[in-house]
């Protein structure tokens, strides 16, 4: 092949269905890189991600191990960000709470995408009373405030990760089947649909292949700019001594635990603290620019 | 109204942003500021309050038949009695009414108003009214066992006799507080005996009267004229905190006086600051590991004996509260009568791995302990589930919300727990009682004390406990619960560790307030400001 | 008022580099009726937007020259383009259903363009706009002038759009396809209303369409766009003579009654017409 | 045209009944399913067996599920929200006083969020692309990113106790209590029916920063929406118009831009409005502030479950009531709706 990976991408007359759906990804590539805020999130996204998963290598401590001689050390050459309360080394948790924090947005998203998709779709899809129906539930949970039914969900269950993961999950969810239902009224009535149901084809699998796949789009973006609000409320259970527990590193609980040192030690609190803020901010940014380029329309 | 004002107009003729760092006015010299989280306070009415801000509230505004003296707790004087006598067969006590005392209204204190009040606690059975009920009276009986002899005397029957002193420190409880009967009477509301209306209002003859609560907000009381204790400040104000660096803060910005609820940390760096003043106490609160018995493993007395040998007592005193509690390895709290300072527990790995052997547990097991999620509870926790690792007992721990917790424990779903206990009245017989007897270990028991919630039973301690109550010979009862308080050591499912050091810090112009020992009373009155 | 385009380049960032889409065009104008015919996409209607400095964002113009009367655009700021835009050319865009704002009404957007360009007060310029909308031959003017842009049909619409842009009685008007939205008994309506006006005030036009016998029918001149250039200008009553492959292509594709034909040609294109 | 509005508005007005159910539904069952004994709020922990059954008879929680549900509504019916036993007071008398607490910390962010929002996504769609534009992207965006406790810590630590710009945590200067006569419980608005400047003044002064911190986290979303808007509009066909017109870029932005979007921010701000209802949560804990999102809370790890229903009801009767409002506003506002 004479010509090179780029030029065949980006060809104005693709040879195949193929080089045609990567060029336009290609393309769009292409417009993402060029917004340099959404680069600068994109790689510290990805560079959160791989520094928690690389925790054990790099921690240098264990995170859980305690030396109570050493409690509210300074930021040292050992202890690069120094130690908590219990002398525990500050960088390793915060490296194995990048673990618990992103593990639970993983978590979050796993479930709640699909599950909204797949309520807004069937409401958009089925109509009448089924759609008045699943709107009502959703509308009880939108009503709800957040953070107070995550609480009370919690309490109920027992304070801990899983239950801080199902929590968010009833929280978030509403938005998206919303989000979902709109797409599918919009593109229910197109043409194609209409052709699609001429060939015979049967309402799951209109829905299953030829509605979700397009509302996923709008949904990757709303996705990735919910994952800043996922570690926020992930982080504000903790901080209220409902999210992660203790000793788990996670990073709201690590504040938590840490605000009575802010006079004095005020780094203890605060480089979670800062952890939070980073990561949010890198979703926020990346969120921001796919929505540019995904979903113009909305921006 | 109009000095206030006058106050004010100076107070705020800061700037509103002002730069200079004390821009936001000081408190007024009459007013004491207290920083305290006081959301525990469900009530004002002493027949009801049982939770410690609201007691706190009740000292400064009642007075009692007798109280301890707060010198020498072990000794009791007479507050609004003068004197008392108890009949030979040691039923019959008989108060007299000191003359000139005067409620808040300007009414005097008589003998009516006393009986009135101690039968009002036991008519409404709120919580705490088992302390002067469990002498054998109720709401049929009361009006005889409590009576007002004369306008100035006061006959107090029990049902059997018990030692004197330990009838007076539950008459100097809380709920033993002298109300204004024709005050109370006046606001009585479909036989409630006043009880809805003094939630949040008071009716007594101490130094200051409520002058509002506000739940979660603050709760202000103002000086009683009328009083023969007269108070230094006009007024008391205390400020609902809830977080301990935002006591901090407003202590250093001068916008409170006291801060109470402070964390070691915290603590240390106050005494370091030339600015604040320091006053602590001990507190009757205990901090316990529990283990219950209805777990096999737990109910193996090596096991027990095991995890009180892991424990690093004075590596978590030390490191986690070094100031805010002190190793306590007994029930009877420092300070009260009965008290032992013996220390029969320290970290030995080994000899708690013989023990685990002994046991044929050498392999460990695990194990869940509930504590509270505030703090110092989860570090105390971490650092005993380090502990116990060394052992093999694999522990996982599971952190609630404070009424969480309690209602697991009580509930006796738990497997084990770490908690706290407070006195109910300044008598050993308050934890003597919780920590050994269990006479029904059924779920419908009446008295579910601390031993029943953990499933156990221990019929010797439980009888003794029982007899010590009925020792009139101070010396002796004193013996017995010193004796019990070693086998409890060697016996119980109780792994005691710390008790509470309660700690005011206030900034150096205020003199005159000191912590009360034990959850006697912390008062107000003798408060002035420079 | 005369209109100078020299060797006037219109670019745009795409990810394969700047892509050209108006390549080194040069016209002129006076005071008459021009009309730039071409395919969507050929780079018409930048060309004609460039004289009023109306382009996207994102496009880069470069040209030798580009004046309105004597006034040089490449160089002017925005200041300065305002007192060419809408006083002294207006611009007529396609569809008046996006080209109008939808949360005024449309006595207020004429009257808008009334009085930002005459210092009159608020009845006067609102007097004004009934008037022009009268002059567009609006039959009921007050009550257009009190509806919002969706409650009138396209035709009132587009009327509208040319009361506006009449408004401040300029020497030019670009007609940015005027009728292309609108229903085909409404756009010779349309077309002659345009003309009427733009003959009895003397002003010139540029027509936009890509109707090369309905352009020609009301224009003086005709320049005719294929990619990004003109491939041809001519003489209104010259179309029979166009040389290039292309004009001639457009006017084949053309069905006429006069010469009926059995099927209408594709039309072929010709990589060398780019050079 | 008229008409149909109003059917529209009838429907979505007929739909509130029907979520407030499915709310106090859910929200009775998550608090009958919480292992927490309501019975320990009223008597404590020491209380003997016969007290804490005495308790549970007054409380009604010796009935079925579905009796003290049906016993909840009825009494909801006529208004009765029942007592909260953390306070002693009705659950109604707690929300005349709590409410207006948060209602007046969310209105002062709302205006602060808004006015300063909205400003900088119309600068920022404006000057798109440019350096301008990124550092409000990033600004905003840092401000939706940060922890809300964090940011009230940090506030309270530089402007408090650094600078000494700002009083203290709490409603007012302690001094100033009971000063004015309770109307509405707005503290700014009492003080001024009272005429009392310097309480007012004090009153305000306590608001700037728990309201500044709350109102940062909210105007990333008001200036994030009506940035997206705002190029949206700038990109339409008849802003084009209105530069051929020769109007000049204020015009051009704020008349036809902007007054094309106002409509839609309307609904955003309102949305946002009720947002911060339940954001004021983690704030109101940090800077002590006696709203309703502590009171939730409070009553919430009590099991006080009065107050919670109570609390929870209004708090979704007001999100759903600008959510109202909102939809209003937009099909009365919006001539394009009909």
Redesign the interface.
Known sequence: MSTTWREWLISETPASRAQAAWGRRYRLWCDFRANRLAMAGLIVAVAMVSVSLLAPVLAGFDPGAQNLTLRLARPSAAHWFGTDELGRDLFARVLFGGRVTLGMVVAVVVMVAPLGLLVGCIAGYMGGIVDRLLMRVTDVFLAFPRLILALAFVAAIKPGITSAIFAIVLTAWPPYARLARAETMSIRNADFIAAVRLTGASGPRIVLRHIIPLCLGSLVVRVTLDMSSIILTAAALGFLGMGAQPPSPEWGAMIATARRFILEQWWVPTIPGVAIFVASLAFNLLGDGLRDVLDPKQR | MIT?RA???V??ATP??????????D??KD?V?VGKAI?DI??LDPAEA??FSGGEVNGNCYERLVVPNPEKPSEIVGEIAQSWTVSPDGLVFTFTIKPGLKFASGAPVTAEDAAFSLQRTIKL??????IINQFGANKDNVEKMIVATGPNTLTFTIAEKVAPTFVLYCLSANCGSIVEKAVVMKNDVAGDLGN?WM??NSAGSGPFSVR?W?????V?LDANPNSTIKAKPRRV?Y????????Q???L??G?IDIARDL?P??LK?AQANPAFALSSAPQSYIMYLCLNQNVPNLAKPQVRQAIKWAIDYD?IQ???VPTTYDVQQSFVPKGMMGAISDRPFKKDIAKAKALMAEAGLANGFELVIDHY???PG??I???I??NLGEIGIKVT????????V???Y?ARTHQSAILSWGI?YFDPNTNAETFCVNVDNSD?????TLAWRNSWQDVDLSNRAIAAVKESDAKVREEMYASMQRDHHQRSPFALLLQATGWAVMRKNLKGFTLAPLGLRTTFDQVTKA | MQVEIQNLSIAFPTASGMSLAVRSVSLTLGNEKLGIVGESGSGKSLTARSILKLLPRSARMTADKLTFDGIDVLSANENAMRAIRGKRAGLILQDPKYSLNPVMTAGEQIAEAWRTHRRGGKREAREAAIDLLAQVKINDPARVAAAYPHELSGGMGQRVMIAMMLAPDPELLIADEPTSALDATVQAEILRLMEDLVSRRGMALILISHDLPLVSHFCDRVAVMYAGRVVEELGAGELAQAKHPYTRGLLECMPALSHPKPRLPVMTRDPAWLV | MATSRLKALAATTASVPITLFGLVLVTFLIGRVMPIDPVLAIVGDRAPADVVAAARLELGLDRPLYVQFWIYLTKLAVGDLGRSVMTSHTVGEDIRRFFPATMELATVAIFLAAGIGIPLGVLAAVKQGTRIDHTIRVVCLAGHSLPIFVLSLLSLLVFYATLGWAPGPGRQNLMFDDMVPVVTNFLTVDALLAGEWEVFRDAVAHLLQPAGVLAYFAMAFIARMTRAFMLDALAGEYVITARAKGLSPMRVIWRHAFGNISVRLVTIIALTYAGLLEGAVVTETVFSWPGLGQYLTISLLNADMNAVLGATLVVGVTYLGFNLLADVLYRLLDPRVS
Not at chain 2, 239 to 246: E, Q, T, Y
């Open positions: 206030r106050l004010m107009t107070a705020t509103f942003f002002s730069f200079a760092g004390q821009g936001w006015a408190t007024p007013t500021v959301d469900i009530s049982f939770e059975n709120k919580s705490p009214a088992f809805a939630k949040t509002s506000k739940a979660s907000e603050s202000i104000f400020k609902h905190i809830i977080d301990p660096s935002a901090q803060l407003q250093q910005q916008d964390l940390d915290q760096a590596g030390q490191n986690i999620n505030g703090q989860g570090d926790a971490q650092a589930q380090a721990l599971q952190a609630g919300e404070q009424r969480q309690i209602t697991r009580r109910d419908t028991a009446r008295n579910k």
